[in-house]
C-alpha cells in the first residue's frame, strides 16, 4: 500500500515538472498515468511530442515518462516578428473549443487532427493500458486539446504528418510550423509502424491594404448606387475567428496605398482607430447597397471608394468596401487623404487636415 502512495506521489509530481530544452525554445513536459499535459497555461502551443509502448520510453536525464509534450511559443511569421511586443496578449487568447474541458479522447492508433484553424495545446498519453481518465469517460489510450490560432495568426490547411517514431524519440515540428494533430500506441507500433507521430502545420499571417479604387466617371447619374461589406464564399472567411484576425491585423499596423502602389503602414495610434470604425466591413458575409446623391457640378468627375484589400493563409483574397467616397477632377487625378481627412466639406480628398494624413507618394 506504501509503495502504491509513492507511486501516486510520483505521478503526481512528474505531472508538474517540466524540463526546458536546450535548443528552440521548446519546453518539455514530463508526466507519469493519466497525465494530461496542457502547454495552455502557459500561454504555448504543442511544438513536439515523445510516445511510448507499454513502459516509460520518454527519458531525459532523470525524468521518465509515459508521454512527453514540447511546449513553445506560437512561432512568428515575417509580419507578426514586427509586432513581437503583442505576442504575450495573443497566446493568452487561446481557449478551449470543444470536447470534455476541451479535450479530445481517441484510442490507439487514431490519426487526430484539431478542427481547422486550431492547433494542440495539450497531450495526454498512456502505456499498455487506457490511462487517460481524468477528463475522458470512458478512459483512453489518447487524448488531445485543441484551441484556435491566436488573432492575427492562420493555420494553414491540410499539414503534414511527421515519419512515425519508434518509443522513446522525441520528435519536433519545423521552426514555423506547430502541431495540429497527432497518433500514439499502446504496447504495439499502432500508427503506421511507429509508436506515435505527429502532424505539423504551417503557420501564415493575414495582410490587410487600404487604398482608393476607382469605381467610374459621372456622366449625368444624380443617385449613385454603391455597396460596402464583403462578399464572402468560404467558411473560414464566415467565422467570427477570421474576423477578429482581420481587426487584430488591421490594430497592429494597418498598410495604406497611395500614387505608384507605393504604401507604408501607419502609426499604432491610427491603425487602431480602423480598426474601430471599420471592422464592421469586414466581418459582413454579403455586401449592402448605398446610393449617395449628387447634383450637376459632378458631371465628368471621377468617383471613388475606399476599400481593403484581405489576403489570409488560406489562400483567400476577400475586399471589404467602406462607405467613404471621393469625386475629383478625373481620373488621372488620385484622392491624396485618408478616408475622413479631406480638409473642409470638400470631397476631392486634395487637401489634408493633416501631413501625416497624405497617402504615400504624393
Not at 487532427?113 to 494542440?120: A, K, L, N, S
Amino acid at each position: 500500500r506504501n509503495d502504491m502512495k509513492t507511486q501516486a506521489a510520483t505521478s503526481i509530481f512528474l505531472t508538474f515538472i517540466s524540463l526546458a530544452a536546450a535548443q528552440d525554445g521548446i519546453t518539455w513536459l514530463y508526466g507519469g498515468v493519466d497525465s494530461f499535459q496542457d502547454c495552455s497555461t502557459r500561454d504555448q502551443v504543442v511544438r513536439g511530442l515523445c510516445g511510448s509502448g507499454k513502459n516509460r520510453d520518454c527519458v531525459r536525464w532523470i525524468w521518465k515518462s509515459y508521454t512527453s509534450t514540447g511546449c513553445g511559443d506560437f512561432p512568428m511569421t515575417p509580419h507578426q516578428r514586427r509586432l513581437e511586443s503583442n505576442v504575450t496578449t495573443h497566446q493568452r487568447q487561446l481557449e478551449s473549443h470543444v470536447g470534455l474541458n476541451g479535450w479530445y479522447c481517441e484510442k490507439w492508433g487514431s490519426h487526430f487532427t484539431c478542427p481547422d484553424g486550431h492547433v494542440v495545446v495539450g497531450v495526454c498519453g498512456s502505456g499498455e493500458h487506457r490511462d487517460c481518465r481524468e477528463y475522458c469517460n470512458p478512459s483512453t489510450h489518447a487524448a488531445y486539446k485543441c484551441a484556435p490560432a491566436p488573432d492575427g495568426y492562420g493555420v494553414v490547411p491540410p499539414g503534414k504528418w511527421n515519419t512515425a517514431k519508434k518509443y522513446g524519440i522525441f520528435d519536433t515540428c519545423p521552426a514555423n510550423k506547430v502541431v495540429c494533430g497527432a497518433c500514439q500506441s499502446g504496447k504495439n507500433s499502432d500508427c503506421k509502424g511507429g509508436w506515435f507521430r505527429i502532424k505539423c502545420c504551417e503557420v501564415g499571417d493575414f495582410g490587410v491594404v487600404g487604398k482608393w479604387v476607382y469605381i467610374s466617371t459621372i456622366i449625368d447619374e444624380t443617385s449613385i448606387r454603391l455597396r460596402h461589406g464583403a462578399t464572402k464564399t468560404t467558411g473560414e472567411t464566415k467565422s467570427s475567428e477570421w474576423s477578429q484576425s482581420v481587426t487584430s491585423t488591421v490594430n497592429s499596423g494597418l498598410t495604406v496605398e497611395g500614387v505608384g502602389s507605393l504604401s507604408s503602414e501607419l502609426s499604432a495610434t491610427m491603425s487602431s482607430s480602423y480598426a474601430q470604425e471599420y471592422s464592421t466591413e469586414w466581418s459582413m458575409s454579403e455586401e449592402t447597397v448605398f446610393y449617395i446623391e449628387l447634383d450637376d457640378s459632378a458631371k465628368g468627375k471621377a468617383l471613388w471608394q475606399w476599400v481593403f484589400d484581405i489576403s489570409d493563409p488560406y489562400s483567400n483574397n476577400i475586399r471589404a468596401k467602406a462607405n467613404d467616397f471621393a469625386l475629383t477632377e478625373g481620373r488621372h487625378v488620385l484622392p491624396r487623404c485618408q478616408p475622413g481627412y479631406s480638409e473642409g466639406d470638400s470631397i476631392d480628398y486634395q487637401r489634408c487636415t493633416s501631413n501625416d494624413r497624405i497617402l504615400p507618394g504624393f
